[in-house]
């Protein structure tokens, strides 16, 4: 049972190890089903044209690896899969990001 709980903390942890992907999760979490498409979640950066080129080849991959998204590549759709602890632990990042 220790062992899974270190996982899920890796994984939840690589996750939200990049400010991207924190904003990502957290859009994702607010919208009504969780879903959002790569040009919604591109528009949350500064160049969403180099956004959509790291959420492609970067975010997307490991998010989706880790579970924490469904990401359909045909549709460009992307979908939270849902995780209380994971959004605990994203509220504490987002709290400690904006105290920057």
Known sequence: MER???????????????????????????????????????????????SKVRLRHIHLPRLSATKVVEYDERSETVRYRGSPFLERVLDCCLEHDQAR
């Open 4 to 50: 899974f709980e270190s996982q899920r903390l890796d994984t939840v942890f690589d996750a939200l190890s990049n400010g991207e992907r924190r904003r990502m999760v957290q859009y994702l979490t607010e919208a009504t089903d969780g879903t959002a498409t790569v040009e919604e979640l591109a528009a949350l950066g500064d160049d969403p044209t180099q």
